[in-house]
Nanobody, 111 residues
Framework: QVQLVESGGGLVQAGESLRLSCAVS????????MRWYRQAPGKQREFVAA???????NYADSVKGRFTISRDNAKNTVYLQMNSLKPEDTAVYYC?????WGQGTQVTVSS
């Protein structure tokens, strides 16, 4: 059974940091391109960041320079380090491996 389990969300103030984790089981993690998405209330789910199996990354313009995606293939885990958080980063954050989705983790940034 494939599972993607996100963790690390929470309530922080603007300017603070959080690190999200997504643990993957039941898939050959090392070969998969991994992505983070987010969905704010009343808005469509949007792309945040991606990392290829070889480590190449790309980011949405809105998070470039503040967020960093990384992966630990030995732990079957992908991370999203979020710095300088803004209220507009408030959303449920999901990880995705092209096929499967996690359940999401809530990030709330207060001003």
């Amino acid at each position: 059974q494939v599972q993607l389990v996100e963790s690390g969300g929470g309530l922080v103030q603007a300017g603070e940091s959080l690190r999200l984790s997504c643990a993957v089981s039941g898939r050959i993690f090392q070969m998969n391109r991994m992505r983070w998405y987010r969905q704010a209330p009343g808005k469509q789910r949007e792309f945040v960041a991606a990392i290829a199996s070889g480590g190449n990354t790309n980011y949405a313009d809105s998070v470039k320079g503040r967020f960093t995606i990384s992966r630990d293939n030995a732990k079957n885990t992908v991370y999203l380090q979020m710095n300088s958080l803004k209220p507009e980063d408030t959303a449920v954050y999901y990880c995705n491996d092209d096929v499967y989705w996690g359940q999401g983790t809530q990030v709330t940034v207060s001003s």
